[in-house]
């Protein structure tokens, strides 16, 4: 499979513990970029990596969260305490150096903090 | 500030007719403009895009119209199918920039048998 992967698939947490979600891209795309998305809304961008160079994070990404791609391999997308509102399908896409050639999504990570 | 707005929210279309979905954008400095199309429990996949330089880009059933002065474009989909029903988004981006890429809130397509 050359697709972008995403795991775990779904994901139930307890509200005040930690997550880690990880995505691995497409090998030879060197940047990853995560999204958030809410019931009925578009994706919402987090932050995005060139190689292993994060290399802009959205207000969205509170101190709660941390995302890391060592090596410019596969990525891990941190929450920690979470929160109700943290509840939603995280996604991953990976594209060659620039996004006109092709952003590929991963089938994301649903979250639930109950 | 929502820079790229989409509608309608959601959309009936009967098998074979016309489904138009229409976008408008603040920024200027965009210089692509790409459809993504979302099946349920699936990430969005792209289905085509355009650049400002052109007002119109056709690929098969699939037709983006683009109007630069008014900052708006739109996706048509012709002879649309049973299998078209999805959730599609516009989108923005600064290509050669920062890249990343603004959705629209989403258009729920459904086309009646």
């Known amino acids: 499979d050359t697709g972008v992967s995403q795991d775990p698939r779904h994901k139930i947490t307890k509200r005040g513990q930690n997550v880690t979600f990880r995505c691995d891209p497409i090998s030879e795309h060197n940047r990853l970029y995560w999204y958030r998305q809410t019931l009925g809304q578009g994706p919402e961008f987090l932050t995005y990596?060139?190689?292993?160079?994060?290399?802009?994070k959205s207000r969205l990404l509170s101190d709660r969260f941390s995302a890391e791609r060592p090596k410019g391999s596969f990525s891990t997308l941190e929450i920690q305490r979470t929160e109700q509102g943290d509840s939603a399908m995280y996604l991953c896409?990976?594209?060659?150096?620039?996004?006109?050639?092709?952003?590929?999504f991963g089938s994301g990570t649903r979250l639930t903090v109950v | 500030q929502q820079q790229v707005k989409q509608s309608p929210q959601s959309l009936i279309v009967q098998k074979g007719g016309i489904s138009i979905i229409n976008c408008a954008y603040e920024n200027t400095a965009f210089d692509y403009f790409p459809w993504y199309q979302q099946f349920p429990g699936k990430g969005p996949a792209l289905l085509i895009a355009?650049?400002?330089?052109?007002s119109e880009k056709k690929e098969g059933r699939f037709t983006i119209s683009f109007n630069k002065s008014a900052k708006q474009f739109s996706l048509h989909i012709m002879d649309s199918q049973p299998g078209d029903s999805a959730t599609y988004f516009c989108?923005?981006?600064?290509?050669?920039?920062?890249?990343?890429?603004?959705f629209g809130k989403g258009t729920r397509l459904h086309i009646l048998p």
């Open positions: 989108a923005a981006s600064i290509i050669y920039r920062d890249d990343k890429i603004i």
């Open positions: 355009i650049r400002p330089d052109v």
């Open positions: 896409a990976s594209s060659p150096t620039w996004t006109v050639y092709g952003y590929t």
């Open positions: 990596f060139q190689n292993e160079a994060q290399l802009e």
